[in-house]
C-alpha cells in the first residue's frame, strides 16, 4: 500500500507544480457537467414503465439518500486520504490490494467508456425525430456520424486538459438553462386532479409491487448520478484540496433538485401511460405534448449541448482513471504517459478506440441506448462498492483520526450505509447485467497481466486467483448465454 502514497503522489505533485489549478467553481463545473448528461433527459418515460409518482418518490429517497452517502464517502477520503489521486481506483487499490484495485480501475473505465457510446446513440436517436436517416441511433449513417464526432473531441482534448475543462464549465452553464425552462413550464402547467390519478400507479398500466418498481429505478438512477465522484477524479487538479469534497456536495444536491423535478412534473401534466409509451428523449416529448412542436426543438437542442459537454467530461475522467492506473503500475505504464500538453494521451487513445468499437457494435442491438445505460451502471457497482468498504474499514479502524476525531462515528454511519446501499444495487442489478460484466472483466484481466510482467512482480495472490477464477466462470456462463441466446441484448 505505501506505494501508493509515495512515488505516484510525488510524481503527481510533480505534475501539478506545472499545471493550473482549477478552482472550485470549475471543480463543481466538472461535477455538474459529469451528472447532467444524457440520463436526465430520458428520466419521464424510463421511470413511467417503471412506477407512479408514489414509487418514484421512494426510488429517489433510496437513491438520493444512497448517493449523498456516497458522495459524504468520497469528501471524508478526499479529507483523510489527500494523498491518494484518481479517487474511485485508488481508494479501491489502497484497500484491497493490487488486483481488486485494478478491477475496480478496469469496470470504472470501461463502464465510462460504454456511458460514453450511450450519449452518441441519444444525439443520433434526437436527431431522429427530425431526419429519420438516424433512426432510433443506431442506423449506420448514425453510426458514422458518431464516429466522426468521435475523433474531432479526441484530437481537441488533446490539446490541453485546462482547454477541456474551460469548454466544459461553459456547457455546464449552457446546457442547465433548457431543463430549468422545462421545469418552470410544467410547474405553472400543474394539474393537481392528474397527478393524484397517477399517483398510485394510473390507468393502464401492469400490476407491479411496490418493490419492484423501485428495484427497476435504480439502475437508471445509478446512471444519472455517475459523475458525482468527477472532483474525486481530477483531485490532482484542485486548487485547494478542501474543494474537492464541497465541489462534490454541491454539485450532488443540485443535480438532485433537478431530477426529481424532471421525473415528478410530468405526472401532473399526462397519463403515466402516455409518458410510458413515449420515445426518447422523453423530456422533449413531454413539452412537446404540453407547449407544441417548439418544446421538443428547445429542448433536444438542450440535450445536444448537454450530452456533448457531458461527453466531454466522461472523456476527460476516462482517460484520466486509465492514465493513474498506469502511474501506480497496476495498468501497463504506456498508459502513464502525457504529451506535451500534458494529457494522458496513450490513455486517451485506447479509451476512444474502445469507445468507436462499442459504438459500432450498437448496429445489432434492440434497444442501444437502454442497455448501454444498464451495462454503464452496472459496471460502476462493484468500484463504488470497493470505495465505500474502504472507507468503512478506514474509519472503523480509525485511521487518520487522530485529529478531529469527534466526526469518527458520523463518518462510519455515512460509510456504512453507502455499503449497505451499494450491495442492495448489485442485487437490483439482476444477474443478467452481472453476467454481462464479467464478460468485460474477465478478457480485460490481460492488461494486468501485462503490467505484472513489466514490473517482475507475483501476478494474484492466493485470494486474487479465486477472484479471477470466478470472474472467468462467469465470462464462461455470459457467453454461453448469448450464444444461445439465453442471454439477449
Excluded at 484518481?86 to 488486483?99: E, I, L
Excluded at 456520424?145 to 473531441?153: C, E
Excluded at 477524479?233 to 474543494?243: G, I, L, P
Excluded at 413539452?287 to 418544446?295: F, K, M, P
Aim: with cysteine; proline share 3%; net charge positive.
Amino acid at each position: 500500500m505505501s506505494s501508493l502514497a509515495s512515488a505516484p503522489a510525488q510524481e503527481s505533485a510533480r505534475a501539478a507544480s506545472t499545471t493550473q489549478k482549477l478552482p472550485l467553481f470549475a471543480l463543481t463545473g466538472m461535477v455538474v457537467g459529469s451528472m447532467v448528461g444524457s440520463g436526465i433527459f430520458s428520466l419521464p418515460r424510463t421511470f413511467a414503465i417503471a412506477t407512479g409518482p408514489f414509487g418514484a418518490i421512494i426510488a429517489w429517497t433510496i437513491a438520493a439518500g444512497g448517493m449523498y452517502t456516497l458522495a459524504r464517502v468520497f469528501q471524508l477520503l478526499a479529507e483523510r486520504k489527500p494523498e491518494i489521486d484518481a479517487g474511485v481506483y485508488a481508494y479501491a487499490q489502497a484497500g484491497f490490494g493490487n488486483y481488486p484495485g485494478f478491477l475496480a480501475a478496469l469496470g470504472y473505465w470501461i463502464g465510462s467508456c460504454i456511458g460514453n457510446v450511450s450519449y452518441w446513440v441519444l444525439i443520433k436517436s434526437t436527431l431522429g425525430a427530425f431526419f429519420p436517416v438516424f433512426g432510433d441511433g443506431n442506423t449506420i449513417v448514425a453510426i458514422l456520424v458518431a464516429s466522426v464526432g468521435i475523433w474531432l473531441f479526441h484530437f481537441m482534448i488533446l490539446r490541453g486538459v485546462q482547454q477541456a475543462a474551460f469548454i466544459n464549465t461553459v456547457v455546464t452553464i449552457a446546457k442547465i438553462v433548457p431543463i430549468l425552462v422545462f421545469i418552470v413550464i410544467l410547474f405553472f402547467s400543474f394539474k393537481a386532479g392528474l397527478f393524484q390519478e397517477n399517483f398510485w400507479g394510473g390507468q393502464g398500466m401492469p400490476e407491479t409491487t411496490l418493490f419492484d418498481q423501485v428495484r427497476a429505478t435504480m439502475l437508471v438512477t445509478v446512471f444519472v448520478f455517475l459523475g458525482i465522484e468527477g472532483a474525486s477524479v481530477y483531485s490532482r487538479y484542485a486548487k485547494e484540496r478542501s474543494h474537492v469534497g464541497l465541489a462534490t456536495i454541491i454539485g450532488f444536491l443540485g443535480v438532485t433538485c433537478l431530477m426529481v423535478l424532471v421525473t415528478l412534473l410530468p405526472y401532473a401534466v399526462l397519463q403515466r401511460a402516455d409518458i410510458a409509451g413515449m420515445r426518447q428523449p422523453s423530456m422533449a416529448t413531454v413539452l412537446e405534448a404540453v407547449v407544441g412542436h417548439w418544446g421538443a426543438v428547445f429542448v433536444s437542442v438542450g440535450l445536444l449541448v448537454s450530452v456533448l459537454g457531458a461527453y466531454l467530461a466522461w472523456s476527460l475522467i476516462c482517460a484520466e482513471v486509465l492514465s493513474a492506473a498506469g502511474r501506480t503500475k497496476d495498468m501497463p505504464s504506456i498508459f502513464a504517459t502525457e504529451n506535451e500538453n500534458r494529457v494522458p494521451a496513450a490513455a486517451l487513445w485506447l479509451t476512444n478506440i474502445v469507445v468507436q468499437l462499442f459504438v459500432i457494435s450498437t448496429y445489432w442491438s434492440t434497444d442501444a441506448f437502454t442497455l448501454m445505460l444498464n451495462l454503464t451502471s452496472v459496471m460502476s457497482l462493484i468500484p463504488f462498492f470497493l470505495v465505500a468498504a474502504y472507507a468503512f474499514l478506514l474509519v472503523r479502524r480509525g485511521e487518520t483520526y487522530e485529529t478531529r476525531g469527534e466526526e469518527r462515528r458520523r463518518d462510519l454511519i455515512f460509510a456504512g450505509i453507502a455499503v449497505a446501499y451499494t450491495l442492495f444495487l448489485i442485487f437490483a442489478a439482476g444477474t443478467k447485467f452481472l453476467v454481462l460484466s464479467a464478460i468485460l472483466y474477465g478478457p480485460g484481466t490481460v492488461l494486468y497481466f501485462w503490467a505484472r510482467r513489466e514490473q517482475g512482480a507475483r501476478v494474484f495472490t492466493p485470494i486474487e486467483w479465486g477472484i479471477f477464477a470466478v470472474a472467468m466462470v462467469l465470462c464462461a456462463i455470459g457467453i454461453h448465454g448469448l450464444a444461445t441466446g439465453y442471454i439477449t441484448i
